[in-house]
C-alpha cells in the first residue's frame, strides 16, 4: 500500500469517527431528524470511494457517509443535511442524512435514490445499462482513460428483497459494468441474519451465472482497499458486473431512532472487529510515528467540530422552497406542427404511436425502446413495436425478462446518463410490481434532488376492457397512477393525439405515464372510428395540460345545457351518446387528452357556461380520479351549476369478468351514459 494512500484512509476514517461520536454526543440537539452513521463500516467504504472517478456513478445507502467523504464532501455537507437546512447540497433540506444525490464534475455522480433497502439496485443497474448502451452505440465518451462504471451499496439484509434478484438477472444477462458492494453487518434492524437469510450475499450471488463475486473482510482498510482495486480494474477492462460480499461490524446503532442497546447482544464481540485500531496499527506498521497519527486524529476532531459549529448556524429552508423542483420546465409548451397534413389517409391510433417512435428513434440515437415481448420476433403483443427492431436493431429496441420493476426502474439510470428510455409494461393490469419504482424512485428524483436529477423517461402502458380480456387484462388503473405526484400522465382518445402527445412527452425532461386504450387502438369496437385519424407531420406536438374542447357550444336561455368531462374511451361513448339522443347543441364535450398537468380552466369555463356537468370514466367511480375531479368542479362551480356535478364509470366491482355478458354490464357504454345524460339535463 502507498503511504499516502494509508494516511487518507485513515484521516478519511477518523472523520467519519469522530462524526459519529460527535452526533451522540449532541443527540438532543442532532436527533430532530433521524440519522444513520457509517460506524464499523468505514474501512470499505473508504476503500471504495478513494478509487472512484468523476466519471463514475455510485448509489450509496444511508449508512455511506464516510464513502462520501472519500468522494470528496466536507463533514459541513453532510451536516447540512443531517439538519435539514437550506443549503443541504443533496436535496435542500428535503430528505435524510446520508442520502446523497451529487452531480459535480470532480466527483462521482449519484443520481437521487429513495431510503435504501434495495430498491436502488435496479436504478444503479440502469445507469450500467445505459453506459453499455452508449458504448455500443458510439455514444460514449472517447476522451476517458478509464471506462466508467457504476458502484451499488447495499445492506446485507436488503439482498432478500425481490427487486434485487431482478436487477442482478439483468446485469448478469447483459455482462453489465457494475459493482455491487454488500456490507454484511448481520443485522436487519433488531432482526438478525440468522433469523432472516438462508444464505449471505456472496452465496446468493452464486446463483447468478455471470455474476462473480467474492468474500472479505471489510474491516480491514488494507485488504478491502486491494480487493476492490482488483474488482474495479476488472470491471474497467471487462465490462462485467461483479459483487463484493464485506463482513464488517455495525458499531453504532441502526439509526439515532433505534438504539443498539434495546435489542443487541453482541456489541462486545462487534467492537472487537472495529475497524479504527487495525488501520491505525497499519499506519504505524508503514512507518508512521504516533505522533503522525495523533495529528491526523485530533486534525478530524477539529474540523468536525468547526463544521459542526457553522453548520448550526445555517439557514433552514424557508416556506416558499416547498414548492420548487417538483418538475423541470419542458420546451413543449404550444401545439405545433401540422395536424392533419392534406392529402393522407387515415391511419388507426396504434399506428400514429409506431410512427412516432420510428421518426423520434431516427433523429435520436439516444431513444431507444424495451419491454415485454417488443423485440424483433413480435414487436409488442398489440404491435405497437412492429418492425422497430429490424429498422434500429437489438441494441435500441430488445425484449426484457418478466420485471415489470426493472423495467420501470431502470429507466431513472438510462435517464441519468443522458439517455431517453421508452419502456411498456404489457398490460395495466402489470403494473403493480412496477409502482414500487415508479413512486419510490422515479417520480420523486427531481424534486429530492432539489432539479438536479430529473427522471427524462416514457411509460407506455395498454388500459382498458376490450374483447373480453378477462381480469387480468382489461384494468383501468388512472386513479392509482394520478395519485403518485411527480409524474405527468396522458390518456388520449385518438391517434393524432397520441401521436402529438409522444413527441411532446420525449422532449419533456420529466417521466411520463401514457395510457394508452387497447380499444382504441385499431378501432374495431363500434363506434370508435373517431379514434383514427390522419397521421399528423413529423414536427406535430401537442403540449400537456391542453384539452380538447368538442362540439363547443353556446349557452342558451331555456334549454338545458351539460358538459361532459372525459378521456380515452369516455370521450366516444360521450360523443356517440349526444349525437344518438340528437343533442350536440346542448352538450360540449371536454376530452382532457391529460390526467396531470390537468385543463382546469377549460373544464371550469365550460361548467360555469352550461351549468350541468357528469364526467365520464371506465373505472369504478368510487374513490376514483373522476369522482375527484367532480368534487373540484362541485367546489370551483358551484354558483354556477343547476345540478350536483354526476359521475358514471363501472360497476364497483372487484374485477372485469371474463364473460362478455357480464364484461358490458361491468363497463360503461353509449346507452348507459345516455341515460345518465337524460337524467341529468331533465334534474
Known amino acids: 500500500m502507498k503511504k499516502e494512500t494509508l494516511k487518507k484512509g485513515f484521516s478519511k476514517l477518523c472523520t467519519a469517527k469522530a462524526m459519529a461520536e460527535l452526533y451522540e454526543a449532541n443527540f438532543k440537539q442532532v436527533s430532530k431528524y433521524v440519522h444513520a452513521t457509517s460506524r464499523g463500516h468505514e474501512a470499505i467504504q473508504i476503500a471504495l470511494g478513494l478509487q472512484l472517478l468523476p466519471q463514475d456513478y455510485a448509489f450509496p445507502y444511508y ?30 433540506g428535503r430528505t435524510y442524512y446520508s442520502h446523497p444525490s451529487l452531480k459535480d464534475d470532480d466527483k462521482p455522480k449519484i443520481p437521487h435514490q429513495s431510503s435504501a433497502t434495495g430498491m436502488q439496485t435496479i436504478p444503479a443497474t440502469g445507469v450500467a445499462m445505459g453506459m453499455q448502451y452508449k458504448e455500443l452505440q458510439g455514444l460514449d465518451d472517447k476522451t476517458l482513460k478509464d471506462l466508467p462504471l457504476v458502484v451499488c451499496s447495499l445492506g446485507d439484509a436488503s439482498v432478500t428483497e425481490g427487486e ?132 491526523l486524529e485530533n486534525s478530524a476532531k477539529a474540523k468536525v467540530q468547526s463544521d459542526f459549529e457553522r453548520a448550526l448556524l445555517a439557514e433552514d429552508p424557508k416556506p416558499e422552497d416547498l414548492f420548487t423542483n417538483d418538475f423541470v420546465s419542458t420546451p413543449i409548451t404550444e401545439e405545433k406542427g401540422t395536424r392533419s397534413p392534406e392529402g393522407s389517409e387515415k391511419v388507426v391510433m396504434v399506428d400514429c404511436a409506431l410512427f412516432a417512435v420510428e421518426e423520434l428513434m431516427k433523429k435520436h440515437k439516444e431513444c431507444l425502446l424495451y419491454g415485454q415481448d417488443v423485440g424483433g420476433r413480435l414487436g409488442g403483443v398489440f404491435r405497437e413495436a412492429a418492425t422497430l427492431a429490424q429498422k434500429f436493431g437489438d441494441d435500441r429496441v430488445f425484449n426484457t425478462p418478466i420485471q415489470e420493476a426493472f423495467i420501470v426502474g431502470s429507466t431513472v439510470g438510462m435517464s441519468a446518463v443522458g439517455l431517453k428510455p421508452i419502456v411498456e409494461v404489457q398490460f395495466a393490469d402489470y403494473i403493480w410490481p412496477g409502482l414500487n419504482q415508479l413512486f419510490t424512485e422515479v417520480s420523486r428524483s427531481c424534486y429530492l434532488s432539489n432539479g438536479k436529477w430529473p427522471v427524462s423517461m416514457i411509460l407506455r402502458v395498454p388500459i382498458g376492457a376490450y374483447g373480453s380480456g378477462g381480469p387480468y387484462h382489461s384494468s383501468s388503473v388512472e386513479s392509482v397512477i394520478t395519485n403518485i405526484r411527480g409524474i405527468k400522465i396522458a390518456y388520449p382518445s385518438n391517434g393524432a393525439d397520441l401521436k402529438g402527445l409522444m413527441k411532446a412527452a420525449y422532449y419533456d425532461p420529466n417521466p411520463v405515464v401514457i395510457l394508452e386504450h387497447k380499444g382504441l387502438y385499431w378501432s374495431k369496437v363500434p363506434g370508435t372510428q373517431g379514434a383514427t385519424s390522419v397521421e399528423p407531420s413529423e414536427d406535430y406536438v401537442l403540449p400537456f395540460g391542453k384539452a380538447w374542447v368538442l362540439q363547443e357550444i353556446w349557452k342558451q336561455e331555456n334549454v338545458e345545457t351539460l358538459t361532459i368531462v372525459t378521456y380515452g374511451m369516455g370521450v366516444h361513448w360521450a360523443m356517440n351518446a349526444s349525437e344518438e339522443l340528437g343533442m350536440q347543441d346542448q352538450i360540449e364535450v371536454i376530452d382532457l387528452r391529460t390526467l396531470f398537468p390537468l385543463d382546469e380552466a377549460t373544464i371550469m369555463t365550460s361548467v360555469k357556461k352550461t351549468g350541468k356537468c357528469l364526467v365520464v370514466t371506465e373505472e369504478p367511480s368510487n374513490n376514483s380520479f373522476a369522482r375527484a375531479l367532480a368534487g373540484k368542479i362541485q367546489e370551483e362551480c358551484f354558483k354556477y351549476l343547476d345540478a350536483p356535478v354526476m359521475t358514471i364509470g363501472s360497476e364497483n366491482m372487484p374485477a372485469i369478468p371474463l364473460n362478455s355478458t357480464l364484461e358490458q354490464t361491468m363497463i360503461p357504454s353509449t346507452e348507459k351514459i345516455k341515460a345518465k345524460i337524460e337524467a341529468l339535463l331533465n334534474y
Open 164 to 295: 434485487i434478484a431482478e436487477a442482478f438477472q439483468m446485469a448478469a444477462l447483459k455482462q453489465m459494468p457494475i459493482l455491487y458492494l454488500v456490507q454484511d453487518n448481520g443485522w436487519d434492524i433488531s432482526a438478525n441474519a440468522a433469523e432472516t437469510r438462508a444464505q449471505n450475499a456472496f452465496e446468493y450471488a452464486q446463483g447468478f451465472k455471470g455474476l462473480d463475486a467474492i468474500s472479505i473482510d471489510g474491516a480491514n482498510f488494507t485488504e478491502s482497499y486491494e480487493a476492490l482495486e482488483k474488482v474495479i480494474e476488472t470491471i474497467r477492462a471487462e465490462r462485467r458486473p461483479f459483487l463484493v460480499h464485506a463482513k464488517v461490524p455495525l458499531l453504532n446503532h441502526h439509526t439515532s431512532g433505534v438504539r443498539m442497546e434495546w435489542y443487541r447482544d453482541d456489541l462486545e464481540e462487534a467492537r472487537s472487529r472495529d475497524p479504527y485500531p487495525v488501520l491505525k496499527q497499519q499506519l504505524l506498521d508503514a512507518g508512521f510515528s504516533e505522533q503522525d497519527v495523533l495529528e
Open 63 to 92: 449508512r455511506d457517509d464516510a464513502m462520501l467523504l472519500s468522494f470528496g464532501l466536507k463533514p459541513y455537507d453532510l451536516m447540512l443535511q443531517l439538519l435539514a437546512k437550506k443549503d443541504d447540497p443533496f436535496s435542500g
